[in-house]
């Protein structure tokens, strides 16, 4: 059984960083594509970031381009989301994902809350 267990979000102020690091038991999480969503009250789950299983493709939701860094270690099975010059906004609860490119079940974790105050 696969879990992915969320750290790092917090209450910030708005321009603050935090990173957020998501850490995967078994061995699955080399050959698995890793994402960040998040989900504020009231409106539906988004992808926020994604990486492909090398690392060496990426891509954001165009609001967070240029402030969030999504980024992976398979030595470590984590993936990590950096989030720099953070914007009230961005306040949601942040989950963390695991799909497999060639289809299967999707893993989540259980989501970590980061709060930007202005």
């Known amino acids: 059984q696969v879990q992915l267990v969320e750290s790092g979000g917090g209450s910030v102020q708005a321009g603050e960083s935090l990173k957020l690091s998501c850490a995967a038991s078994?061995?699955?999480?080399?050959?698995?594509?890793a994402g960040w969503y998040r989900q504020a009250p009231g409106k539906q789950r988004e992808l926020v970031a994604a990486?492909?299983?090398?690392?060496?493709?990426?891509k954001y939701l165009d609001s967070v381009k240029g402030r969030f860094t999504i980024s992976r270690d398979n030595a470590k099975n984590t993936v990590y989301l950096q989030m720099n010059s953070l914007k009230p906004e961005d306040t949601a609860v942040y989950y963390c994902?695991?799909?497999?490119?060639?289809?299967?079940?999707?893993?989540w974790g259980q989501g970590t809350q980061v709060t930007v105050s202005s």
């Open positions: 994902n695991l799909e497999n490119p060639r289809g299967g079940v999707a893993y």
């Open positions: 078994g061995s699955i999480f080399p050959s698995h594509a």
């Open positions: 990486i492909t299983t090398s690392g060496a493709e990426s």
